[in-house]
């Protein structure tokens, strides 16, 4: 039995095993893909301290590393059920059951589909959610990228390395990214913006070839062509197997206090599932870590 089971290798479950680990307590990290979560899709990483630019999967391997010279196990594979009240805790694998006194949930959340015409028959063909992955195929074409976050701008502006020009599509007239990435974008002679438009089907033949909007100021539809659809409108939780568990919010995000602890004694969360503020590498981080103390406090307590 381990005394930690950390669901989830981005970096709220790297910086628990972290803590996990240097308090002694027998940890294992649960993750279906690669050490780092969304960091491996991000190259250039300019706002986690200590670094003026990291790339995304450099970083993700020093944690990952940090994690196995303090004795930190890690198992390939998703968490498909769980049974969390009392003690132990049981988390299913696949074919294997794990028992740990202590949880904490780190198996933050997916990019939301636009659910548009086209999506589906493209991706991979035109079609993404990740320019960190695929902005190489697009050398000299033009993109467009929906979405007015930090991550519709901050992806469309890494795209202009590759692309001839990049296009967002907004459905609002202004943008929800923060100030410093607007400049950048308003100031990158490669940037273009289509404002209060909806993208409303993805066209192409083999690959895409265009997409058809709406201005929703007077409903008219234009039909704008380029070569790639980079999607950035949001996220969703991975916490589909908590459904029933009574810790999630109405839009599936985990409930925590101060401490990281969910209502279930022994069971806290940590970064992007967890109903936060913010969604950044030092704030998933920052919350492993608190939540790794939490648990280690509950262990000691039984
Ligand atoms: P976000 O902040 O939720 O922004 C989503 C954007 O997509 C909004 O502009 C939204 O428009 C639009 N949108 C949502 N659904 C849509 C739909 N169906 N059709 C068209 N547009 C749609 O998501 P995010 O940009 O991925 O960021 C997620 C979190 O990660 C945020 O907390 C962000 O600060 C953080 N993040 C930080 C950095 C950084 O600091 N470097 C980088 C990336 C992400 P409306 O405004 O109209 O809803």
Same mark, same amino acid.
């Given at each position: 039995?381990?005394?930690?089971?950390?669901?989830?290798?981005?970096?709220?479950?790297?910086?628990?095993?972290?803590?996990?680990a240097?308090?002694?307590?027998?940890?294992?990290?649960?993750?279906?893909?690669?050490?780092?979560?969304?960091?491996?899709?991000?190259?250039?990483?300019?706002?986690?301290?200590?670094?003026?630019?990291?790339?995304?999967?450099?970083?993700?391997?020093?944690?990952?590393?940090?994690?196995?010279?303090?004795?930190?196990?890690?198992?390939?594979?998703?968490?498909?059920?769980?049974?969390?009240?009392?003690?132990?805790?049981?988390?299913?694998?696949?074919?294997?059951?794990?028992?740990?006194?202590?949880?904490?949930i780190?198996?933050?959340?997916?990019?939301?589909?636009?659910?548009?015409?086209?999506?589906?028959?493209?991706?991979?063909?035109?079609?993404?959610?990740?320019?960190?992955?695929?902005?190489? *195929?697009?050398?000299?074409?033009?993109?467009?990228?929906?979405?007015?976050?930090?991550?519709?701008?901050?992806?469309?502006?890494?795209?202009?390395?590759?692309?001839?020009?990049?296009?967002?599509?907004?459905?609002?007239?202004?943008?929800?990214?923060?100030?410093?990435?607007?400049?950048?974008?308003?100031?990158?002679?490669?940037?273009k913006?289509?404002?209060?438009?909806?993208?409303e089907?993805?066209?192409?033949?083999?690959k895409?070839?265009?997409v058809?909007?709406?201005?929703?100021?007077?409903?008219?539809?234009?039909?704008?062509?380029?070569?790639?659809?980079?999607?950035?409108?949001? *996220?969703?939780?991975?916490?589909?197997?908590?459904?029933?568990?009574?810790?999630?919010?109405?839009?599936?995000?985990?409930?925590?206090?101060?401490?990281?602890?969910?209502?279930?004694?022994?069971?806290?969360?940590?970064?992007?599932?967890?109903?936060?503020p913010?969604?950044?590498?030092?704030?998933?981080?920052?919350?492993?870590a608190?939540?790794?103390?939490?648990?280690?406090?509950?262990?000691?307590?039984?």
């Amino acid at each position: 039995m381990y005394d930690l089971a950390i669901i989830g290798g981005g970096p709220a479950g790297l910086a628990a095993g972290l803590y996990g680990a240097r308090s002694n307590l027998r940890t294992v990290i649960i993750e279906r893909g690669l050490p780092g979560g969304q960091m491996q899709n991000t190259l250039d990483i300019e706002n986690y301290p200590g670094f003026k630019h990291v790339l995304g999967p450099d970083l993700s391997n020093h944690m990952y590393q940090q994690t196995l010279e303090l004795g930190v196990e890690w198992k390939t594979g998703e968490v498909t059920e769980v049974r969390l009240d009392g003690q132990p805790k049981l988390l299913r694998v696949g074919k294997d059951e794990i028992e740990a006194k202590a949880v904490i949930i780190a198996s933050g959340a997916l990019p939301k589909y636009l659910d548009v015409p086209g999506e589906k028959e493209f991706q991979g063909r035109g079609v993404s959610y990740c320019a960190t992955c695929d902005g190489a *195929f697009f050398r000299g074409k033009h993109v467009f990228v929906v979405g007015g976050g930090d991550s519709a701008v901050e992806e469309g502006l890494f795209l202009t390395n590759h692309a001839e020009s990049v296009t967002v599509i907004h459905r609002r007239d202004t943008l929800k990214a923060q100030p410093y990435l607007q400049e950048r974008a308003f100031k990158n002679p490669k940037m273009k913006f289509v404002w209060d438009s909806a993208v409303e089907e993805i066209l192409g033949d083999t690959k895409v070839t265009g997409v058809r909007v709406r201005n929703l100021k007077d409903d008219t539809t234009t039909v704008l062509e380029g070569d790639g659809v980079f999607i950035y409108i949001g *996220f969703y939780p991975n916490s589909g197997f908590l459904k029933g568990t009574g810790i999630l919010n109405d839009q599936g995000y985990v409930i925590t206090d101060a401490k990281m602890a969910t209502t279930i004694p022994g069971v806290f969360a940590a970064g992007d599932v967890r109903d936060t503020p913010l969604r950044q590498i030092i704030t998933a981080s920052s919350d492993g870590a608190l939540a790794a103390m939490s648990a280690f406090q509950y262990i000691e307590s039984l």
